[in-house]
């Protein structure tokens, strides 16, 4: 991790990274020999300027809102730096969304950036402050296995970041000379280290600003969340593909994870959260991600997933499948009620109606189906009561939430724009109902123990109604087992053939 220093203003800037291991591993050469050596004799690096990217208009715009509501405040927003994993290792690097949103760098983005805006007359002068290449007159580009080129690879001139994103850029110790006082609005959450400034009061002011903003989608965000969704449909015929494989696997859930996540990296940045590969009864807890068990014939597998590009704009996908292609009457039944509740919420989304009301329809019919089956002590009518929820034992969580540069977008804008706002054109949220029956749970029929099941679509709303944005990853139970006889076909040999599961697969 950087090393800080306190300089004159009285603020931590970020100094060149110092190597985090220990002397059992320092064996670069340190002789002014080799140093004089190793700095010299390279051909001159021509600094190509790349052409302004795709999104650099779009976040001078987002840049722009920024400055018009905030005039006269300094405003700091940091990348963060890299966060350590274990002793000299890091977690790979992700900066901040918000940074990301307002410059329009992505994974390509340098750790411990900033992005200040000087208030001026007519608005806002930004800049962009970043750690520049070192020159070979240095002997950072060998000896720094943080920043240095022979360990990470080229990193790019002020020049070519300015000409890249449409930014000014400058050196980062030119940071220094950045002031902060009560005029100054800092994104806290982003850098906790920065000194304080205008208060906590302002500070939140800024985050929940760019939190707000991104609950409306412009057109290439939304360009990049159906990238997103398309790749993530490919990820998912992956997974189908290689059924045959995880099924005869003990820890077959890592192997359909693996399969996904490869799709990641091929198509995209990485995966926009943690997959969820959650077989049999596994698919009763909410947020499985260990990953560790074995994908079963007979068993429904329930993968929640989701591919995050470049441009840090991810996906959020869930569909619940049959291990042997087939569903059983039982699991049919929960499948279809799940997906009655899903296609009831989006029938209703169109601008100007409550975000709220998509969970309530969907809850409604979730309260009908599990009334009908006789699980509730009450009627559907009196479980819906605000003082009963009694149908809610089978699906704890909300149906919605918004989604785009971070997979739960816009978490801190205020109540009254995201849960009790009126839906506006252009937003992008997920619709996603379940029902969860856990294997010990007494109010169920045994048949229906340990059956879990989700649908989780990416919604965008139009100026009259709504478009689902993954509609072509199949979803009614008859297309689900299509979808898995198309990437399964017989002559490959199934799943079901393949394995046959002893006679209670998840016995003790």
């Not at 970020?14 to 059992?24: G, H, I, L, Q, Y």
């Not at 806290?188 to 205008?198: T, V, W």
């Not at 929940?208 to 790749?231: N, P, T």
């Not at 926009?272 to 429904?300: E, F, K, M, Q």
Request: glycine share 8%; hydrophobic share 40%; net charge negative.
């Amino acid at each position: 991790m950087a090393e800080t220093t306190t300089h004159t203003t009285g603020h931590p800037v970020t100094e060149a990274p110092k190597p985090r291991a220990t002397s059992n591993r320092s064996t670069t050469p340190a002789s002014d020999a080799f140093r004089d050596y190793i700095g010299s004799n390279w051909a001159e690096r021509a600094d190509v300027l790349p052409p302004t990217r795709e999104q650099a208009p779009f976040a001078a715009e987002r840049r722009q809102r920024l400055s018009e509501q905030f005039p006269g405040k300094r405003l700091v927003v940091p990348s963060g730096a890299a966060k350590q994993r274990s002793n000299d290792t890091d977690f790979p690097y992700r900066a901040h969304s918000a940074f990301s949103y307002l410059t329009g760098w992505g994974s390509d983005s340098e750790p411990g950036a900033f992005l200040v805006g000087e208030a001026t007359a007519g608005g806002h002068d930004f800049t962009l402050y970043f750690r520049e290449r070192a020159g070979r007159d240095s002997d950072e580009f060998y000896a720094n296995p943080e920043i240095g080129e022979f360990w990470i690879g080229p990193r790019p001139s002020l020049a070519q970041v300015a000409s890249d994103l449409g930014l000014a850029t400058r050196g980062i110790a030119e940071f220094d000379a950045v002031a902060f006082d009560e005029s100054t609005l800092v994104l806290r959450e982003a850098d906790a280290d920065l000194p304080a400034s205008a208060g906590e009061e302002g500070d939140s002011a800024l985050a929940r600003f760019l939190s707000e903003e991104r609950l409306v989608k412009d057109a290439y965000e939304i360009e990049q969340m159906r990238a997103a969704v398309a790749a993530t449909a490919r990820g998912f015929d992956d997974v189908i593909a290689d059924f045959s494989r995880s099924s005869q696997h003990e820890r077959g859930e890592r192997l359909v994870e693996g399969v996904f996540n490869t799709r990641a990296r091929l198509d995209g940045n990485t995966v926009g959260y943690d997959t969820i590969a959650a077989s049999g009864p596994h698919a009763c807890i909410l947020h499985w991600t260990r990953n560790d068990g074995p994908v079963l014939p007979g068993d429904l597998i329930l993968i929640d997933a989701g591919i995050e590009l470049d441009s840090y704009y991810t996906a959020d996908i869930t569909r619940t499948i049959p291990v042997s292609g087939r569903f059983s009457d039982a699991q049919r039944r929960i499948y279809e009620a799940v997906r009655e509740a899903a296609d009831a919420a989006f029938a209703i989304v169109r601008p100007g109606i409550r975000f709220r009301e998509i969970h309530q329809t969907a809850m409604a019919v979730i309260a009908e189906r599990t009334a009908e089956w006789g699980l509730l002590p009450v009627s559907a009518e009196e479980a819906l009561e605000a003082d009963n929820q009694q149908h809610r034992r089978y699906m704890v969580h909300g149906t919605s939430h918004h989604l785009g540069i971070d997979v739960h977008d816009c978490a801190k804008a205020r109540r009254e724009l995201y849960l009790d706002g009126e839906l506006k054109e252009g937003m992008v949220f997920t619709i996603e109902p379940g029902l969860y029956f856990q294997p010990d749970d007494l109010t169920v029929p045994e048949e229906l123990r340990g059956i879990g099941v989700r649908i989780e679509d990416d919604i965008l709303v139009t100026a009259d109604g709504a478009e689902n944005l993954s509609s072509s990853i199949p979803r009614k139970a008859d297309d689900v087992e299509a979808w898995y006889a198309r990437l399964n076909p017989p002559s490959a040999g199934s799943v079901s053939a393949a394995v046959v599961p002893p006679e209670d697969p998840h016995a003790a």
